[in-house]
């Protein structure tokens, strides 16, 4: 039996799973680096230890010490099926008859970067910055398609001394694809744990980053909350409609709208010079995330849309109303139908970034 086993990034994020089957195991083979996180668990085993690079031997070394009918424990960090020896061994272990095997999944970098920069993944993708196996044009045809689809993205292996042209390459597309404000989370592993830093895509360049960094950039709704990354899945939150927006929604329904700036109003401008007026009360209210800068007042249970200037844009407008009047046929859908608004918020929010 062979148990590929991923030890997480560090010895306090190992499952108990991992900890059973080293302890059950008869030999360890793993990275030179990585047996410091399991030490006390290996007393009294056949212990094997490789170099980088040695992946292929390591995987051949498992198979023969396991046809000695020996259980053996091959042992990678994070996850064994992202980036590590899970996908070694099932490449080669078709040359092989009556091998057992047993994959132990760990918590992998992604998992472990997000979990200290708050909740920034969504729909996301995982993609490794390192050209030792794979073509740079391939890197970056997955870096284009994870973009252009608006995918939160997290970047393994980014940069080392040697190796700067994927990154560079990768940056090139996406700063032409993503706004340069899109926020960016970065987790760089040090012998004291991990170093944390927030930056937007602009500035991603000038940040200290080397292989052992994973970098988590956002989509276009991600922002920042109370210093963390947070990328919304867009949850209904319950609200009573304003007397104000029912008075207001009552005349949208019967077209009796502003069209652009609307100068005549005492309080013009609210936002900016030009705003565009026409949804004077949002028809998203409360959509009770920050993406586009509104907050919560804190303590008063009252959504603030003071820093959100995104809803008097006019092509924010103009996408709103290509589908709104196809959801809201009564003022009470504001919150009756908030799901299929919340939708079309999002919709937009995409287009409207991109």
Same mark, same amino acid.
């Given at each position: ?93 078709? $040359? ?37 196996? %794979?073509?740079?044009?391939?890197? $970056? ?6 973009s252009d ?15 700067? $042209? ?15 404000? %899109? ?67 009552e005349r ?39 993406? %586009? ?13 003071e820093d ?47």
């Amino acid at each position: 039996m062979i148990s590929v086993i991923g030890i997480g990034p560090s010895r306090e994020n190992m499952t108990f799973r991992a900890e059973k089957a080293i302890k059950a195991a008869d030999v360890i083979i793993t990275y030179k680096s990585y047996i410091k996180n399991i030490e006390d668990l290996v007393a009294g085993k056949e212990i094997i230890l490789k170099g980088m690079g040695d992946e292929i031997k390591r995987a051949e070394l498992a198979i023969a010490k396991s046809k000695e009918g020996k259980r053996v424990a091959l042992v990678s960090s994070g996850d064994p099926g992202i980036f590590g020896m899970g996908n070694v061994l099932f490449q080669i272990i078709g $040359k092989y008859s009556g091998v057992e095997v047993e994959v132990v999944p760990g918590v992998t970098a992604v998992n472990y970067a997000a979990g200290i920069l708050g909740a920034p993944l969504h729909d996301f993708a995982v993609i490794s910055f390192s050209d030792i196996l %794979t073509p740079i044009s391939e890197i $970056k045809k997955k870096v284009k398609a994870a973009s252009d689809a608006d995918f939160v993205i997290a970047v393994y292996n980014p940069l080392s001394k040697t190796r700067t $042209k994927p990154f560079e390459e990768s940056l090139k597309i996406l700063l032409e694809t993503k706004k340069p404000e %899109t926020i960016v989370g970065i987790v760089r592993s040090t012998d004291e744990g991990a170093d944390v830093s927030i930056t937007t895509l602009d500035k991603l360049a000038d940040t200290k980053i080397n292989m052992s960094t994973t970098i988590i950039i956002g989509n276009s709704m991600t922002y920042l909350q109370e210093g963390y990354m947070v990328t919304p899945r867009g949850y209904r939150v319950s609200y009573p409609i304003h007397e104000l927006s029912r008075e207001f929604y009552e005349r949208y329904l019967e077209g009796d709208v502003n069209e652009g700036p609307n100068l005549g109003c005492e309080y013009y401008p609210c936002h900016h010079h030009q705003q565009n007026c026409k949804f004077c009360y949002c028809p998203f209210y409360p959509c009770a995330e920050g993406s %586009t800068g509104g907050k919560w007042i804190k303590d008063k249970g009252v959504w603030s849309c003071e820093d959100c200037e995104w809803i008097h844009n006019d092509d924010t407008v103009e996408c709103i109303q290509t589908k709104l009047p196809n959801i809201l046929h009564d003022v009470d859908d504001l919150k009756n139908k908030k799901k299929e608004l919340l939708k079309l918020r999002r919709e937009c929010i995409n287009i409207t970034r991109k």
